[in-house]
């Protein structure tokens, strides 16, 4: 059994991401029921759910890149509150096009994004609980292959998308319990 011994830099940062790790849970959790019952059209509903979860994820950066300071560098966080904004103004712009193209912008992101929560959660190993971060983000990346392959599919639906959010909402969730220890500082 092995225990953190977290300096008071990472305790406070461990303790800030977990509570952001339990809404980030929270809100893929319900983002994605809602999305499914709304994933057959892009109807103002799905539209709106679609644009609002990367706008989301810039918000979730924001504060981890807040959080993170003591910590090391938030420059890639910084990277992903651009990719995520750019998404949301893509998504947005994409749902005149429909699903397919919809599908492809938020595949693109996906990949980005993933690429980026693996290489974050790699160099935060030390913090303990980064490893559901750095699966979460490989998986990630698999998953937004699929939905640019899945784009071209005969008749292609969101129901994908919808449920790529429970993944990774169960992985925020195993990572806030995990990130328990060094954030009591043991």
């Not at 983002?31 to 019952?37: G, N, Q, V």
């Not at 990277?79 to 429909?98: D, Q, R």
């Not at 929560?117 to 790699?122: A, E, S």
């Not at 599919?153 to 993944?167: F, H, K, M, S, V």
């Given at each position: 059994m092995s225990t953190?011994?977290?300096s008071p830099g990472i305790s406070g940062t461990a303790s800030a991401l977990r509570r952001l790790y339990f809404v980030r849970f929270a809100f893929a959790i319900v983002?994605?029921?809602?999305?499914?019952?709304t994933a057959s059209n892009l109807g103002p509903v799905a539209i709106t759910l679609l644009v609002l979860y990367p706008l989301f994820d810039v918000a979730a950066a924001v504060i981890d890149a807040r959080a993170s300071r003591a910590t090391g560098s938030p420059a890639l966080l910084y990277?992903?509150?651009?990719?995520?904004?750019?998404?949301?103004?893509?998504?947005?712009?994409?749902?005149?096009?429909?699903i397919p193209a919809v599908l492809r912008v938020w595949g693109a992101w996906a990949v980005v994004a993933?690429?980026?929560?693996?290489?974050?959660?790699?160099?935060?190993?030390?913090?303990?609980?980064?490893?559901?971060m750095i699966i979460s983000g490989g998986i990630s990346v698999l998953a937004g292959a699929s939905f640019i392959v899945g784009a071209s599919?005969?008749?292609?639906?969101?129901?994908?998308?919808?449920?790529?959010?429970?993944?990774g909402g169960i992985f925020f969730l195993i990572s806030a319990f995990r990130l328990g220890r060094a954030a009591k500082g043991n």
């Open positions: 953190i011994a977290a983002w994605a029921l809602a999305m499914f019952t990277v992903n509150i651009a990719v995520s904004l750019i998404t949301a103004i893509g998504v947005a712009i994409a749902c005149a096009s429909g993933g690429l980026v929560q693996l290489i974050v959660g790699v160099t935060r190993r030390t913090m303990g609980g980064q490893w559901p599919a005969d008749n292609p639906t969101l129901i994908n998308a919808a449920g790529y959010a429970i993944p």
